[in-house]
């Protein structure tokens, strides 16, 4: 197989070459083996194209940080094979590909199935975690976890090979790839969108998933105006591979029927618009609501940056210390939360001289030389997250031992030590 540019995706095509086309796209640290035994009986019917997620089943590595920037990919990789018009279903991240794909390009998505996915994949802290973990670690401790989440127990008792197998497609997984979509899964939530989605969609989930369940199925279902439920007994997060025949019956039924009533009802246009880019606005200009603006030295007018603080804030210290944080403020700290908000996240730490990384060593060693202990545990913390290794962040604290005092490092490292063991231990 030749190399895959970084704009597309790895693909394999199954089925007759004049069918319609029918995507599957697989869940973070799968492949698109995960629906081997759905392929043969969709194959009759549909030209099946399965994708693997970047860095994913030998896949380049080239990292994806959102959804929207994986559907680009595969919208990228759509137009290069001349592909239209096609139904899509998706397990879990993939859910969300399909999701976006509704949302930004309807016309050319016939009908969808979201399998075992959900609007908003439990929290941002969550997988940010995931982030840290994986990077100090590696992914053996995703790996060894990953049946116990994806399967139920007696199927993981009675198919070891399968439960080797699933192991063993996390472990090759390319960890930066991984880091990336537990970054793009930290970023999604479309909760507030679902009712734009406008095509014939099944909601399918096993009855025993704990990682996006039936609440998150029935989430789903209640937002999106033509959905339906499907719940497939005995079966957690991976459902198309603890539950094949069932998953099976219910992706042909559904495109089957839904595929009739939609494939020939919204016209293609003969110039087929592009998918907006990652920072292209979705909705036309006039419909955004104008944010407040405040005057800048210049004389020019500007965006009030409170609004893009508060993205960068949560997206660095997590939302439950953010939380936590504006919770606490009364009448008295209110106004001087607003301004951390505002300025400190808004207009600094949104500046695009310094990356994140780069800027989290520079506030360690601020706090360092100001013997700030409470703050340098959350900023350790955010360092993590911005992607400094634990090593990196004893280097950051050595280097200022020498210019702040040997005094202040020692106290630095007792907070900085409890903070990376607390981070960096896998979770069972």
């Not at 039924?253 to 998918?275: E, K």
């Not at 660095?316 to 106004?335: K, Y």
């Not at 350790?380 to 040997?406: D, F, K, Q, S």
Request: hydrophobic residues 45%; charged residues 20%; proline residues 8%.
């Amino acid at each position: 197989m030749s190399e895959t540019p970084p704009n597309t995706l790895q693909y394999r095509f199954d089925g007759p070459e004049d069918a319609p086309v029918l995507i599957l796209s697989p869940s973070l640290g799968t492949t698109w083996h995960m629906w081997d035994r759905q392929v043969p009986e969709l194959a009759r019917q549909w030209r099946v194209l399965r994708f693997d997620l970047p860095g994913h089943g030998g896949a380049p590595a080239h990292p994806a940080g959102s959804v929207t920037e994986l559907a680009d990919r595969l919208v990228a990789t759509l137009d290069e094979l001349g592909v239209q018009r096609f139904g899509y279903a998706g397990c879990s991240v993939g859910g969300a590909v399909g999701i976006d794909l509704a949302l930004r390009v309807p016309h050319r998505v016939a009908s969808l199935a979201l399998v075992s996915s959900s609007p908003r994949f439990g929290t941002a802290d969550e997988f940010r975690q995931r982030g840290v973990i994986v990077r100090t670690n590696g992914l053996d401790p995703m790996a060894r976890t990953a049946p116990e989440h994806w399967f139920t127990p007696g199927f993981a008792a009675a198919q070891p090979a399968i439960v080797e197998w699933a192991v063993q497609m996390v472990r090759t997984t390319d960890p930066g790839c991984y880091i990336a979509a537990c970054e793009a899964l930290a970023a999604f939530d479309v909760r507030a969108d679902l009712g734009r989605v406008g095509v014939p969609t099944l909601v399918l989930v096993g009855s025993d998933d704990q990682l996006t369940g039936p609440a998150e199925a029935r989430t789903l279902v209640a937002g999106i105006p033509d959905a339906r439920l499907a719940l497939v007994p005995g079966a957690s997060h991976l459902a198309p591979v603890e539950q094949p025949a069932a998953v099976t019956d219910l992706l042909v039924r559904h495109f089957s029927l839904a595929w009739q009533d939609t494939l020939h009802a919204i016209p293609v246009p003969q110039s087929v618009p592009s998918v907006p880019s990652v920072s292209a606005p979705v909705a036309p200009v006039a419909e955004i609501a104008p944010a407040a603006e405040q005057p800048h030295p210049s004389g020019a007018v500007r965006p009030d940056p409170y609004e893009a603080g508060m993205k960068v804030r949560r997206a660095v210290l997590g939302d439950a210390h953010v939380d936590w944080a504006t919770a606490a403020a009364d009448e008295f700290t209110a106004d001087f939360q607003e301004l951390i908000t505002r300025y400190v996240w808004g207009e600094v730490w949104t500046r695009e001289g310094l990356d994140r990384r780069t800027r989290s060593a520079v506030t360690l060693t601020a706090l360092v030389a100001g013997g700030h202990l409470d703050e340098l545990a959350f900023h350790t913390r955010a360092a993590l997250r911005n992607g400094l290794t634990p090593t990196e962040i004893r280097e950051v604290l050595i280097h200022a031992g020498v210019y702040c005092g040997v005094p202040a490092a020692n106290a630095a490292f007792r907070v900085a030590q409890s903070v990376i063991r607390e981070e960096t231990t896998p979770r069972d």
